[in-house]
């Protein structure tokens, strides 16, 4: 469901599959564990095939989290059914979305 690379001084965080009430725990708690490595992340969403309001919150407490610490986390590539949530919601407007991922990682400019 998730995976981690650290490319650049970025972490990009690959979820596929579902982000929801269920598995929303998991992230966060992936999420605490991996800013030991780096305060900026890019989100890879184009494996992820559902999302709730609960995996969307999630998605928002790593950013608290990241910002809190100076760091930052711009979501790239995302597949159609994620972009449905954040666009109903208007998450669009705190997050930095990019359709390329190379694009998202030199968006940091470290």
Same mark, same amino acid.
């Given at each position: 469901m998730f995976e981690f690379i650290k490319k650049d001084n970025v972490g990009v965080l690959e979820i596929a599959g579902r982000l929801?009430?269920?598995s929303a725990p998991?992230?966060?708690n992936l999420f605490k564990e991996l800013m030991e490595?780096? /305060?900026y &992340?890019?989100?890879d969403l184009h494996k992820m095939d559902f999302l709730d309001s609960t995996g969307l919150g999630s998605?928002?407490?790593?950013l608290k989290s990241a910002t809190a610490n100076g760091?930052?986390?711009c979501i790239a590539r995302m597949a159609d059914k994620p972009r449905m949530v954040f666009e109903i919601t /208007?998450? &669009?407007k705190i997050f930095e979305i990019y359709d390329d991922l190379d694009a998202a990682i030199e968006s940091f400019n470290l």
């Open positions: 929801d009430a269920y998991n992230l966060k490595e780096t /305060r &992340f890019v989100f998605i928002v407490s790593c760091g930052d986390i /208007r998450a &669009f």
